[in-house]
């Protein structure tokens, strides 16, 4: 599967924004799906993921940092993964990357557990 993020830009604190990861192939929905983030001179964090099918265990999660900010949701007829960002601040800045897997151990929080990414959109929270 391939990947491409999008929706990246320059906000400014307390805004919203909504990434999207468009990806390619027909099995998207097989895939387990997540963001994560780097922000310049740190390791790459996990940021969100989702699962198949609503209701199973770990369906989403997210990092702690973003909880009750970021909403993370698919859309298989699109093949498309959206971030919906609120409340925005500083230290969201960062390059955000959008993953897939086939299958994760949850909480699947680890970027080496995913195998495919997207080349990363950057969002830039200004104070």
């Known amino acids: 599967v391939q990947l491409q993020a999008s929706g990246g830009g320059l906000v400014q604190s307390g805004d919203s924004l909504r990434l999207s990861c468009a990806a390619s192939?027909?099995?998207?929905?097989?895939?387990?799906m997540g963001w994560f983030r780097q922000a310049p001179e740190k390791e790459r964090e996990f940021v969100a993921r989702?699962?198949?099918?609503?209701?199973?265990?770990?369906?989403?999660y997210y990092a702690d940092s973003v909880k009750g900010r970021f909403t993370i949701s698919r859309d298989n007829a699109k093949n498309t993964m959206y971030l919906q960002m609120h409340s925005l601040k500083p230290e969201d800045t960062a390059v955000y990357y959008c993953?897939?897997?086939?299958?994760?151990?949850?909480?699947?929080?680890?970027?080496?557990?995913?195998?495919?990414w997207g080349q990363g959109t950057l969002v830039t929270v200004s104070s």
């Open positions: 989702i699962g198949w099918s609503v209701g199973s265990p770990y369906y989403v």
């Open positions: 192939g027909r099995t998207f929905s097989s895939y387990v």
């Open positions: 993953a897939a897997v086939v299958s994760v151990r949850a909480p699947g929080s680890r970027p080496n557990e995913y195998d495919y």
